[in-house]
């Protein structure tokens, strides 16, 4: 079964500084990829997917995210943060080989943007 | 404008109760999804349907019951079953295909009485 590990529940970074938020899949054949965002009581949001075309992906908001077979990776990152970015934070795989789109979360990472 | 609409945003439930939360979905997909979250868990899925009539049990299905009469809707029935019904419900659809995004409701609430 698939499964995807986030690196750490919560982050807080400091406005105008990198948000870097990790990754990891585990899967022999590279699934699909997607991250999204949750603001409170709301629900998520797509920032952006990789479905094996180019391997550095934009997103919405300035977020970009790469893909890296080698370490079956996918992170996220924004090169200055804004209050607005304040939110939860969760990355997603399909498996490429399985019918339909089901998909397995990670647990999700808190961000918080400190002035 | 096209959408997923869940409602109410909040419930609440008193023991032995069954409840259905509403999924309306106007991007005429053909997937629907329920999931559950809690927090510090991420999201579950609790069940899927791909088309009109047929849905398929997700991870933590019991407890719960769905219907796809209709390819707009897909309602969640959290039966007296569920003994700990209280989370963030949420609702999403897609396209067919692995590839394809899934949308979101913006989530029911439900709380036991």
């Known amino acids: 079964a698939q499964s995807v590990t986030q690196l750490g529940s919560h982050v807080s970074v400091s406005e105008g500084a990198l948000v870097l938020l990790r990754c990891n899949y585990s899967s022999s054949v590279p699934p699909y990829l997607f991250w999204y965002v949750q603001y409170p009581n709301q629900g998520l949001q797509l920032l952006l997917k990789y479905t094996s075309a180019a391997t550095l992906v934009k997103g919405i908001n300035g977020f970009e995210a790469e893909f890296k077979k080698s370490e079956t990776s996918f992170h996220l990152t924004k090169p200055s943060a804004h209050m607005s970015d304040a939110a939860e934070y969760f990355c997603?795989?399909?498996?490429?080989?399985?019918?339909?789109?089901?998909?397995?979360f990670g647990g999700g990472t808190r961000v918080l943007v400190k002035p | 404008d096209g959408g997923i609409t869940q409602s109410p945003k909040y419930l609440f439930r008193k023991e032995g109760q069954n409840v259905t939360l509403s999924c309306e979905q106007n991007l005429n997909h053909d997937a629907m999804y329920w999931y559950r979250q809690d927090p510090g868990q991420g999201l579950r899925l609790i069940y899927y349907s791909q088309i009109v009539n047929d849905f398929q049990k997700g991870d933590i299905a019991e407890g719960y019951s769905v219907s796809r009469e209709k390819k707009e809707s897909f309602p969640l029935t959290v039966t007296s079953a569920q003994k700990n019904p209280t989370a963030f419900y949420l609702c999403?659809?897609?396209?067919?295909?692995?590839?394809?995004?899934?949308?979101f409701g913006d989530g029911t609430r439900l709380s036991i009485l």
């Open positions: 999403a659809s897609s396209f067919q295909g692995g590839n394809q995004p899934q949308h």
């Open positions: 997603a795989v399909s498996d490429r080989r399985a019918a339909g789109n089901k998909l397995t």
